[in-house]
């Protein structure tokens, strides 16, 4: 195989990946952005076995994000009263964050809603190609976590300056 049908594939496999990314998986539900969804069902099963609610530290190592961006990610569902605040009783310092009983709801819908799409692809898939699809996946996983992309931030915007 040369470099140009190597170099064909990787861009067919880019594109798959880009169109599967800004597919149809991460639907709004009911108006939650994917984003407000995530950290509701990141809460929703966290916190599933204890009453307290999370951390926003907590909520940001299990979604991998910064805490600001969880906060801002808060702030938006404290809004729209699907989450609520609530000062540790063991602690006055921390806050924790938990689900309403709007926000049950809402998580109980989009999981219902994820566990039909995903039956309805398997259906559609198959289940030798639906496990051949996972373990592909959670493959190319793997090599994104061992092969971080490189940092960018340097580059300049206009393309005019040279790279060092």
Known sequence: M???????????LFSALRKLRKGHLHHSVEGHKPS???LLICIARASHSS?????VSEISRFLGLTP??????INSLEAKQMVERQADASDR????IKLTEQGKIITRKAKKHMDTTLNKMVEYLGEEESNQLAELLLKVHAFMKDNPPPNLDRLQMNGDEKLD
Do not use: W
Request: aromatic share 0%; hydrophobic share 30%; net charge negative.
């Open 2 to 12: 040369n470099s140009e049908d190597e170099n064909s594939v990787g861009h067919k």
């Open 36 to 38: 407000e969804m995530t």
């Open 93 to 96: 310092r921390v806050v924790r």
């Open 51 to 55: 009453d307290v609610g999370l951390k």
């Open 68 to 73: 600001p961006t969880v906060t801002q990610l």
